[in-house]
Antibody, heavy 121, light 109 residues
């Protein structure tokens, strides 16, 4: 069965950095696009970043552009999110999600359990 | 403010049919299919609809549709376990971003 396990969350000071990881199993990671999605406390879901299956194309939300970078290591079946210059408003649970393409459209398919990032002094 | 607009809350009784809506524009819903995601008690989201197709394991009381720039998720025969927050999402080509609705809190009375 598909499993996505996030790690790397924690408490960091404003301006600090953190790298999140998402270990994938139960599907062919090298053939699937992936996303990061976050949810601030008491708020809704917010898409953060996307990466193609081979790393050839990446998109980042405007709110994190220039500060966050999505990447992947297909040899390790792992997705990453490097987060720099963190702000209080980046405080959220971060989910990795497997993308699914059907009939030419892209959806979020399976989701991990999430890892909490708290930006606070 | 979310790019997609959803009702803040919807309620229904067990066995009732309820419809959740998601309104966007020609840059997103008007051009792309919509996914629907269920989140129970702020746990991990779960996908309940790909456009108008059901993921495996999702009961067929869930159905999806779209007309113009509005997508809908209908639950026929509401069950207590359907109580959750529901989010819609799609690609927006003018933003080059995936966008979500603000979410609808579904209460089963």
């Amino acid at each position: 069965q598909v499993q996505l396990v996030e790690s790397g969350g924690g408490v960091v000071q404003p301006g600090g950095s953190l790298r999140l990881s998402c270990a994938a199993s139960g599907f062919t990671f090298t053939r699937n696009d992936m996303h990061w999605v976050r949810q601030a406390p008491g708020k809704g879901l917010e898409w953060v970043a996307f990466i193609r299956h081979d790393g050839s194309n990446k998109y980042h939300a405007d709110s994190v552009k220039g500060r966050f970078t999505i990447s992947r290591d297909n040899s390790k079946n792992t997705l990453y999110l490097q987060m720099n210059s963190l702000r209080a408003e980046d405080t959220a649970v971060y989910y990795c999600a497997k993308a699914m393409n059907r009939d030419g459209y892209s959806y979020f398919d399976y989701w991990g359990q999430g890892t909490l990032v708290t930006v606070s002094s | 403010q979310s790019a997609l607009t959803q009702e803040a809350s919807v309620s229904g009784t067990v066995g009732q049919k309820v419809t959740l809506s998601c309104t966007g524009n020609s840059n997103n819903i008007g051009s792309y299919a919509v996914g629907w995601y269920q989140q129970i008690s702020h746990g991990a989201p779960k996908t309940v609809m790909f456009g108008n197709s059901l993921p495996s394991g999702i009961p067929d009381r869930f159905s999806g549709s779209k007309s113009g720039t509005t997508a809908s998720l209908t639950i026929s025969g509401l069950q207590p376990e359907d109580e959750a927050d529901y989010y819609c999402s799609t690609w927006d080509y003018s933003l080059s971003a995936w966008v979500f609705g603000g979410g609808t809190k579904l209460t089963v009375l």
